[in-house]
């Protein structure tokens, strides 16, 4: 089955309001809320591979979805600096 996980951005600091998510292996989505006006997405990365990637938007929703097997994820923000300044998290398929 499909898993779909919510992810927001912090309205004023450069992160997530989460640092863990968990799925099932198959079709992930993570819908995510920015209500900042400072532009945010939410990719899934292994490895430091971009595996998808939403849409970068300010004061909105999006969101990605994408097959995930078993195994050890990130999510991250890819605006430039934004991960290295904390947006950044795990996601564990089992």
């Known amino acids: 089955g499909a898993t779909t996980l919510q ?5 004023v ?3 997530f309001d989460k640092t863990g998510l968990s799925a099932k292996p198959g ?3 993570i819908e995510f809320d920015n209500p900042a006006a400072v532009p945010h997405n939410v990719a899934i990365d292994q490895e430091g591979q971009i595996l998808a990637e939403s849409q970068t938007v300010s004061d909105g929703k999006t969101s990605v979805t994408t097959d995930l097997q078993p195994g ?5 923000c890819t605006v430039p600096g934004h991960a ?3 947006m950044r998290g795990s996601l564990t398929v089992e």
């Open 7 to 11: 992810l927001a951005a912090d309205p």
């Open 13 to 15: 600091a450069l992160a």
């Open 27 to 29: 079709p992930v989505t």
């Open 72 to 76: 050890a994820y990130e999510f991250i």
């Open 84 to 86: 290295e300044a904390g």
